[in-house]
């Protein structure tokens, strides 16, 4: 069951991990890492190939009033966004270090998308009416910098905002 299905939380942007498919994590490792960051993660709709490799995954953050749904990719699809995302950032590149990076982007074939949500009132509340002011908290975006961080380590990989071409 993805967030999409859950009228408590909105979509509000995607961003991708790049990799080597090869290096794609088991469940036990990117649970024991989110454990790691003691932030209060739940895991929830784990789903995992023959070899306990991830295929996707929930994650709530219920701090930071967010929820991430991250899906494994490969194939031809991912090859070409690769390609069109290389292109656009190939004309922004100035630093040796952007150009390693766009390197290392031209061997990954495979990725995870990280799509982002914000806890939100029901749809059928006003949060203007709510009665506890932590109801009207507003999405912070730590969940999501960590997890897109945590998943580039695991990977060796590189996360990348895909509206912006920007590498973070």
């Not at 495979?110 to 203007?128: I, K, Q, W, Y």
Request: glycine share 6%; net charge negative; with cysteine.
């Amino acid at each position: 069951m993805s967030m999409f299905e859950n009228g408590r939380y909105t979509w509000r942007e995607t961003y991708f991990v790049l990799f080597e498919s090869g290096r794609r994590p088991i469940i036990d490792q990117l649970k024991a890492a989110l454990e790691g960051l003691g932030k209060g993660f739940v895991l929830t709709n784990v789903t995992a190939d023959e070899d306990n490799r991830i295929e996707s995954i929930s994650v709530l953050a219920p701090d930071d009033f967010a929820a991430l749904d991250i899906c494994y990719l490969t194939g031809e699809e991912v090859l070409e966004q690769r390609t069109v995302l290389l292109d656009e950032m190939q004309a922004s590149a100035e630093t040796d270090e952007e150009r390693r990076i766009l390197t290392r982007i031209r061997g990954y074939d495979a990725r995870f998308d990280v799509l982002h949500f914000e806890h939100t009132a029901d749809t059928h509340e006003d949060p203007s009416d709510a009665e506890d002011p932590e109801e009207l908290e507003m999405l912070n975006p730590g969940a999501l910098l960590s997890v897109l961080e945590l998943l580039g380590e695991l990977t060796g990989g590189i996360a990348v905002d895909p509206q912006t071409c920007t590498v973070l």
